[in-house]
């Protein structure tokens, strides 16, 4: 391969996975978070209905 | 049975990324002046167009919610708006490295270039939107209006190297320039996993709207109650 410009072509290629791969880790982060959440609200509202 | 499909179609993405880069990297001819960078453009080019079919599933998401009312269709508007944004910023990422070697500069104000970052913004404004407005009909509702009103942008980036004199290069694909077949087919068949990692995302994306969804009827539920 031409080994002119080979830093620059490796830090586009770096950029485009960091870039995919950061958005991946927001996905899962916020999917435990919301999944956590949804946990808690059916605790409470479940315990809400055995109050009733 | 999801969560496996979803499993599966990443496995094929890896596996086509894979097969890709070895070509992209190994088989395929250097460019004659541009060196190294120009293989930039196998991710550069197909993450617009991944960016683009998002964008325009997102408009007829919107169009439908507007009509059908169903706010699955807003789950998925906003979904495929949230992974298209991603790409979209590779997009501009990865052009403006490569800008920085054949133009010597990172950034210029060019018709292409300033119109993408448009829409950039303008997706992103979408997303910011919809955290301004707590019910979800009324947010699903703005959304889909400023989405149907976002896309306008899409067609002018894609054309403004048609319409205008610009710094970007000329299309390789529909006229104006040419390029090796080999390097073409390379091209194409990087869109491909994309594609597929765009759908994987995607999914992954609607399931967290729905439980979203969901925490909003059980508060409802829990203050009602």
């Given at each position: 391969m031409d080994e002119r410009n080979f830093t620059f072509m490796f830090y586009g290629f770096a950029m485009a996975w960091l870039i995919l791969l950061g958005y991946v880790v927001a996905l899962v982060a916020r999917e435990r978070k919301i999944k956590s959440e949804l946990d808690n609200l059916k605790r409470i509202v479940e315990g809400k209905e055995h109050l009733k | 049975m999801r969560q496996r499909v979803l499993i599966g179609l990443a496995a094929i993405a890896a596996v086509l990324f894979a097969y890709n880069f070895h070509t992209i990297f190994l088989r395929l001819p250097d460019e004659a002046s541009q060196?190294?960078?120009?293989?930039?453009m196998y991710f550069h080019v197909p993450a617009a167009w991944v960016a683009f079919a998002g964008f325009f599933v997102a408009l007829v998401a919107s169009v439908l919610f507007l009509v059908r009312k169903g706010l699955r269709y807003d789950r998925l508007a906003v979904s495929v708006t949230e992974v298209g944004l991603a790409f979209a910023a590779v997009n501009l990422i990865t052009g403006m490295i490569w800008g920085r070697i054949i133009?010597?500069?990172?950034?210029?104000?060019?018709w292409r270039l300033t119109s993408m970052l448009v829409c950039w913004l303008l997706y992103a404004g979408y997303l910011m939107l919809r955290r301004a407005v707590d019910e979800p009909t009324q947010r699903a509702k703005v959304s889909a209006v400023f989405s149907i009103f976002a896309f306008a942008d899409v067609p002018i980036v894609f054309f403004s190297i048609k319409w205008w004199r610009t710094q970007h290069p000329q299309p390789?694909?529909?006229?104006g320039g040419s390029m090796d077949p080999a390097m073409m087919s390379a091209l194409f068949a990087n869109v491909i996993p994309m594609l597929v990692l765009a759908i994987v995302l995607t999914a992954l994306r609607m399931r967290q709207e729905e439980m979203r969804q969901e925490i909003e009827t059980l508060r409802r539920l829990s203050y009602a109650a």
């Open positions: - | 060196g190294a960078i120009y293989r930039i133009w010597g500069i990172w950034w210029t104000w060019d390789v694909v529909w006229g």
